[in-house]
């Protein structure tokens, strides 16, 4: 890929055995990944965990949490967590904080009456006690009073605390608050574009965009790997991410007369998946990949699909 433009990373999946969590990191650092993210979905395993995990089992490759649900942490204990891993592995640490999956966040009694306000309130006091120092704010949700990072735990370096959103008041929070902005996938370039709108960054704004991968020298068998985890799509929380497609209506259609998920998956036409995931041949990859950094993506981010995500982690590395 000569004209590139940006990073590539790889995603740990959520439901990878324990077993394979460092040979998936350190396989990934080894193929040539410039970063490795992993996620913190309810009932699976928490970010920070599995981040300092990776971060020591390997010497390069950059680690981004995403993303951290603001409701489910006190901020100036968060701040100390991710201020040790960016002491620890100077910078190689990313740190994205979102409002976590609604009905998640409801089966916890998590979830904010003011998603937003909580959201801009985290992520201004996260960056502010990170930075050393002394932090008073006095907010609808969070209240801290001169809670400060003594210099032997302040990091040298500020890790990048980008927002994890959807929709567009969320990324026009995260463009006035945040260093960056994680899309979960699908993300496409016309969604990229739209999100920028209204991110409206006035100064470096990071973007980190999440997309179910396969790479196949057969077209067919890519296309074919990445359909069962398109199944979300059409469902009202990842709307947005499809709404800027000449398709919209079509697919939101398509979900509502099919009798489930896997239905819905089964009868995408080919043509929707290329444009939903980044599947294919290597070439045809690359090429979407190239889009995405054209359009604004800062770091296009695989996500490994099938029974074997070591061996599909392995294909992913042709794109690079």
Not at 176 to 188: C, H, Q
Not at 245 to 258: G, Q
Request: with cysteine; aromatic share 6%; hydrophobic share 45%.
């Amino acid at each position: 890929m000569a004209k590139r433009g940006g990073a590539i990373g790889a995603l740990l999946p959520r439901d990878i055995p324990a077993r394979d969590i460092i040979t998936f990191a350190r396989r990934a650092e080894a193929h040539g990944f410039d970063e490795l993210w992993v996620v913190e979905d309810l009932g699976y395993r928490g970010g920070l965990v599995q981040a300092a995990t990776v971060l020591a089992a390997t010497t390069r490759i950059r680690v981004g949490v995403g993303l951290l649900p603001a409701a489910a942490r006190n901020a100036a204990f968060a701040a100390m967590e991710i201020a040790s891993l960016v002491q620890l592995h100077p910078d190689r640490v990313d740190i994205a904080v979102g409002h976590g999956m609604p009905s998640w966040m409801r089966s916890v009694g998590a979830w904010p009456k003011s998603p937003l306000t909580l959201l801009g309130e985290y992520i201004t006091v996260l960056k502010s006690v990170l930075s050393g120092e002394p932090v008073h704010h006095d907010g609808q949700y969070i209240r801290i009073d001169g809670v400060h990072l003594h210099e032997t735990a302040t990091p040298v370096t500020a890790p990048v605390v980008l927002a994890g959103v959807r929709g567009p008041k969320s990324l026009a929070v995260s463009g006035d608050v945040a260093d960056g902005t994680l899309l979960a996938e699908p993300v496409t370039p016309a969604y990229v574009r739209e999100a920028l709108k209204h991110i409206a960054p006035t100064r470096p704004h990071r973007l980190v965009a999440y997309n179910v991968a396969a790479i196949d020298e057969d077209p067919a068998v890519a296309l074919k790997a990445v359909r069962p985890a398109l199944e979300v799509v059409g469902e009202p929380d990842w709307r947005p991410h499809i709404a800027p497609l000449p398709f919209y209506d079509e697919l939101v259609a398509m979900r509502s007369r099919c009798d489930s998920p896997q239905d819905f998956a089964r009868a995408l036409p080919d043509d929707w998946v290329g444009q939903l995931a980044v599947a294919g041949t290597p070439g045809q990859a690359r090429s979407r990949v190239q889009e995405l950094f054209d359009a604004g993506v800062t770091s296009a981010v695989l996500t490994p699909v099938g029974d074997d995500y070591l061996a599909s982690l392995d294909s992913l590395a042709a794109i690079l």
